[in-house]
């Protein structure tokens, strides 16, 4: 067999990645979303071939001003033992996203698509980490109603953040919150979900602390925005609070507050296990829009 090779594209290759044939049944391309559209950096984008043919490719993602790439965000293939190989031989290690239409094992072909590129992933040294739920409300879908049980306050205080942010990881249904907890301490998760949060190019002041009528704190929910949508950022109740449904009054003041900055659009997640917080979705008219699995 012709020997494998495995490098970065360089500018200008743009052709030489699209042309490895992509039925377009999962991942981005089953979405209209094109690899000339993400900004990718050349850099980061790594291809195996044979014979000067693509047969496998990836490309990872960050911000503009990244140093560094922050997610695995395109990966396909005709050769799966050459994608493995490709994701061993390049440089970096982030976790690896992948978009799936919603019931997508219900369909022999986009299975078969889909679990391939787990399977070559995990083949890779990767592991299955949570299948999330992806939601997209925009304004055919209603506002959801403000149940007026809680006050929403800007807070202008990282430190007090932090500290909510690490009373809600005890206990958190959220695997990514879990993991690190688990691994490193919930002070550890609570500055991942900080640093993430401030990370997004929207204004700090659109977050809201939430207080019940008698003056407790009962949580926080981050209106948002990304490099592409308007987003929920982040909904979190406190333990003690847990229970009284609180999460919807949440999600329905994140949306209100980003409509009223003019979203047309709002995306969401939350990871498939988390029945409450999917129900709560459920309720305030967010339609599931995709699934994802994420692998580490």
Request: net charge negative.
């Amino acid at each position: 067999m012709t020997d494998l090779v495995i490098r970065p594209l360089v500018a200008g290759e743009e052709d030489l990645f699209d042309s490895l044939p992509d039925p377009g049944l999962v991942g981005r391309a089953a979405f209209g979303e094109t690899y000339r559209d993400g900004n990718y950096r050349p850099e980061w984008t790594w291809v195996a071939l044979r014979d000067g043919v693509v047969v496998a490719r990836a490309a990872w993602w960050a911000g503009p001003d990244d140093p560094a790439p922050l997610a695995l965000d395109w990966f396909d293939f005709s050769d799966a033992d050459a994608a493995a190989e490709l994701l061993r031989t390049a440089p970096f290690k982030t976790e690896y996203s992948i978009s799936l239409p919603n019931g997508w094992r219900s369909d022999a072909a986009i299975h078969a698509q889909g679990q391939a590129r787990i399977d070559a992933a995990i083949a890779s040294g990767m592991r299955v980490l949570v299948e999330r739920y992806r939601y997209r409300w925009t304004p055919d879908c209603g506002l959801p109603d403000r149940p007026g049980r809680l006050e929403f306050r800007p807070v202008p205080d990282d430190a007090v953040i932090h500290d909510v942010l690490r009373r809600i990881a005890e206990g958190s249904l959220d695997a990514h919150t879990r993991r690190v907890a688990d691994e490193q301490g919930v002070d550890a998760a609570a500055q991942e979900d900080l640093d993430i949060l401030r990370w997004l190019p929207s204004p700090r002041d659109w977050w809201r602390l939430a207080y019940t009528a008698d003056g407790e704190l009962a949580g926080i929910t981050v209106p948002a925005r990304n490099y592409n949508d308007p987003i929920v950022g982040f909904i979190g109740v406190l333990p003690e609070h847990r229970g009284h449904g609180y999460a919807y009054d949440l999600l329905s003041e994140a949306t209100h507050l980003l409509v009223a900055e003019g979203a047309d659009r709002i995306v969401a997640a939350t990871d498939q296990p988390n029945k409450p917080m999917a129900a709560t979705f459920a309720r305030a008219g967010y339609p599931i829009e995709r699934e994802r699995i994420d692998l580490i």
